[in-house]
């Protein structure tokens, strides 16, 4: 597979992640509730894992990898828990905004667990990343006096534990295929939001009445093409790097607003997406002149 290709399946992975926010506010607009939502979302994600092992596997699904498919599946489900309950306290746009936090939270873990300082174009562009994101969600001329303190607080915490699972993520299982460890994430993430959420929605035929639908939708981008995604690209581009590669998210979830929730996009916000796009594609720039520097002694010794 083309080194290109990992970049780019985290770019879609967490793009996917970014229309997760403006599903669940239609689900609350057609009288569902967040958990709702949310557990519809990994019940039915965990049933599509199971029909993609099927389809690809004849034998029973054998575990392995310890602790890091738990943690993986719990930091899932511990995100999408928390992340709903933002979303059910602030504007789906400022939900993102939280949510998005996890550019400087995965670069800090990246630094601690690899004990180094951030590199300098790390640095730079977590500040266009971070400074795109105040034009991108539009905050800049919104009254947020109003948001309650529940708010702020579950975005952080969706924000940090985002920030966690990329980080298990890029923990390799030897001799495990990307459908069975979708299969074991998925099914961890469906037992942890069992405690977390409603699983009553099974029985009490809220599922079949018309949530099937959310959940169909929020399980596909955001268990089956994330879990994915970043388990195929993550390994290969790092935590801290594929930080920052995840801002795309961001204008996803700007856009998916604009077009379902019907929200005004402003020339500030169109700015916001731009600067955005400019960090998060300083890193590659950097990286291709130190690859190109590195070929020229090479080139003039032939």
Excluded at 13 to 39: C, F, M, N, P
Excluded at 232 to 254: M, N, R
Aim: proline share 4%.
């Amino acid at each position: 597979m083309k080194q290109w290709m990992y970049p780019l399946f985290v770019i879609i992975g967490a793009s996917s992640y970014g229309i997760l926010s403006t599903i669940i506010k239609l689900a609350i607009e057609d009288g569902y509730t967040a958990a709702q939502a949310v557990t519809g979302q990994y019940y039915i994600g965990f049933l599509l894992a199971a029909l993609i092992y099927l389809f690809t596997h004849r034998a029973l699904p054998k575990f392995g990898g310890g602790y890091t498919l738990l943690l993986a599946g719990l930091f899932t489900a511990i995100t999408g828990t928390v992340y709903g309950k933002a979303v059910s306290y602030m504007p789906a746009s400022l939900a993102v905004v939280m949510l998005f936090q996890f550019t400087w939270i995965g670069m800090l873990f990246d630094c601690i667990a690899n004990r180094r300082f951030p590199k300098r174009v790390e640095v730079i562009s977590l500040f266009f990343l971070l400074g795109g994101t105040i034009f991108a969600a539009g905050v800049i001329d919104a009254d947020l006096s109003g948001i309650p303190w529940q708010g702020w607080m579950w975005g952080m915490m969706a924000a940090v534990s985002f920030s966690a699972f990329i980080m298990v993520n890029q923990r390799q299982v030897e001799g495990m295929d990307m459908a069975t460890r979708l299969l074991f994430m998925s099914f961890f993430a469906a037992i942890a939001i069992t405690f977390f959420q409603e699983p009553q929605i099974v029985w009490n035929g809220t599922l079949l009445s018309g949530l099937w639908v959310y959940g169909l939708i929020l399980g596909v981008f955001g268990i089956i093409l994330p879990i994915l995604l970043f388990s195929i690209g993550i390994p290969k581009v790092g935590t801290g790097t594929a930080s920052i590669l995840s801002a795309f998210e961001l204008p996803v979830a700007v856009t998916a607003s604009m077009l379902l929730l019907h929200e005004r996009m402003t020339f500030l916000q169109i700015i916001g997406i731009v600067i955005i796009l400019i960090g998060m594609t300083l890193p590659s720039i950097a990286n291709r002149r130190v690859r190109l520097n590195k070929e020229e002694p090479d080139l003039h010794h032939l």
